[in-house]
């Protein structure tokens, strides 16, 4: 696949690196304004790194546009006559809506967005996917991709910006759970470097156990919480002092906060 990440700051490097990792492409171009930041994949085979996004687009079949919202109607706008039928549109951008992309573009376009998270560098991403009518044609492609970096799963647009925090979002969100964890676990007496390995396994083998079961998270506290023991007790404690409640609201708030942010050059 010739593929072209324009905009590789943190998401499109993680883009990047899945690509390159799991030998998914023909050709990748990366394209940066400052190419500085980049420089660890200069030397890759078939991979560009160009501060030219047209030279990207035009040598390149599926575009992925990582940039800060707020740049990407101006990018557009620059590469839409360079625009042919073999041209895949991939989204990452949040808020951005596929009826904007087609007023800048045309709906004849193949438009995908694309909401992956930073674990693409793992191979370990949900990416939520949608697209406009003419997507829907190419959106196999898309799934080919992701799914190669991870899972993917398509939902209706007007789920996106609830995906972006579940998704996205959702991981500076676990890093925070696993980070009080290692705390926790320093304060119990482990050294530092042991107790982040105990907290973030831990925490791999809770979201596994679910992945290979199906089962709900309470079949498996059931599992682990014995009467009148200690794991009741410390549940119990977290949940008074409103551990479920402010994820919650936490989550709501962010999701309130997509809708703010600005899709137009300030
Ligand atoms: N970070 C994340 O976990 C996720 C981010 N997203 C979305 O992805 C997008 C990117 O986010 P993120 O990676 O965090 O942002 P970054 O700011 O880290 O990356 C954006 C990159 O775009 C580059 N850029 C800006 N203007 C241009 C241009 N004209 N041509 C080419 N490149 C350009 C910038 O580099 P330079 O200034 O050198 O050009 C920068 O490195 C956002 O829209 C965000 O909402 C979605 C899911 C997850
Ligand atoms: O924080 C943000 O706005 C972006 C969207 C999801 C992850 N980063």
Known sequence: ??????????LGKSIAKGLI??????????????LDAIQEFDGYQNVYLTSNNAE????????????????????????????TEKHVLISTITGFLIPKMEAIVGSDQFIIRAMPNTAIAVGKSITCLCSNEKGAERIKIAEAIFNRLGTS???????????TVVCA???????????ATTQAAIQLGFEAETAQDLAMHTCEGAAS???????????????VTTPKGCTIEGLNEME???????????MVTSFNKINTIKTEQL
């Open 153 to 163: 799963i398509a939902i209706p647009e007007k789920q996106m910006q609830a995906a």
């Open 240 to 250: 008074h002092k409103g551990l479920s409640s402010s994820l919650i609201q936490g």
């Open 169 to 179: 979002s959702g991981i500076a969100f676990w890093m925070r759970l696993i980070r």
């Open 209 to 223: 156990l679910l992945i290979a079961t199906g089962n709900h998270p309470e079949q498996e506290i059931d599992k």
């Open 21 to 34: 990792t799991s030998n998914a492409i023909t050709t990748l171009y990366l394209t940066k304004r400052n």
């Open 56 to 83: 990207a687009v035009k040598q390149s079949d599926i575009i992925i546009f990582a940039v800060q919202p707020a740049h990407f109607e101006t990018i557009l706008r620059d590469i839409k006559p360079l625009l």
């Open 1 to 10: 696949m010739k593929i072209a990440i324009i905009g590789t700051g943190n």
